[in-house]
């Protein structure tokens, strides 16, 4: 019997555009009057330091800013343009310049799901604080008490089971007492593989419906039933 839900953000709740074609563009729109306001500092000392570490020289303000906009252009994972975009878009969305998007069917169903009594998680690649201020600034308002708990990277990547393992061991529930939904393949696989029961979601701008696979696959929350898994 399912009694938790761990829950993809982008592609799953959230269009992945969103990402690409709102945070990144703002992030890069902010670059130099976020480091200009904010020399002084520690935390961007620290990652001004940071970045010159990883060039290996000393650079001014201006070389720092193109390098942050091309690491940008390139999607880079690089940790101090990750810290450095996280603390603008935290601005951005305290402000309510940025609100994030949330499929409605995917928060309606959250809701319900909730009110139900199932525990809800998330597990993104994005940090867990990235995590709860993306849900706490929706175009919903603030949505965060829908959820039991969050999970990056830190507990392993998405795409290894032994992640899910250790997942289902935080919570405190069997893996297959947990329903997993996401948008990736590889993901839904990883998740099965450790013993939890997996959809796939297919939003029409955000992946492909793959035929002749192993796992189920909906378009919509609203098809989903946890008490059919």
């Known amino acids: 019997m399912i009694k938790a839900i761990l829950i993809d953000i982008e592609g799953t709740t959230s269009p992945i555009s969103f990402v690409k074609e709102v945070l990144f563009p703002y992030s890069k729109q902010k670059l130099q009057t976020y480091l200009k306001e904010n020399l002084d500092k520690k935390h961007v000392q620290t990652i001004i330091q940071s970045i010159k570490e990883e060039i290996g020289r000393d650079l001014s303000i201006a070389e720092i800013v193109n390098i942050l906009k091309d690491w940008i252009d390139k999607d880079q994972k690089i940790t101090p343009l990750k810290e450095l975009q996280g603390l603008i878009w935290e601005e951005g969305f305290k402000t309510g310049t940025l609100k994030a998007p949330i499929y409605k069917d995917a928060y309606e169903k959250m809701k319900e799901w909730k009110q139900k009594g199932y525990k809800l998680y998330i597990y993104s690649s994005g940090s867990t604080k990235a995590q709860k201020l993306f849900f706490s600034h929706t175009e919903y308002g603030d949505i965060l008490s829908l959820f039991d708990g969050h999970f990056d990277t830190k507990i392993g990547n998405k795409k290894d089971p032994n992640s899910y393992k250790k997942i289902s061991k935080e919570i405190g529930l069997k893996p297959e007492e947990i329903l997993f939904l996401s948008d990736n393949p590889q993901e839904i696989e990883a998740s099965a593989k450790a013993g939890m029961k997996a959809i796939r979601i297919v939003r029409k701008n955000d ?7 192993a ?5 919509s929350f609203k098809h989903i039933n946890p008490q059919n898994y």
């Open 215 to 219: 796992y189920p696959q909906t378009n």
């Open 207 to 213: 992946a492909t419906w793959l035929e002749d696979f």
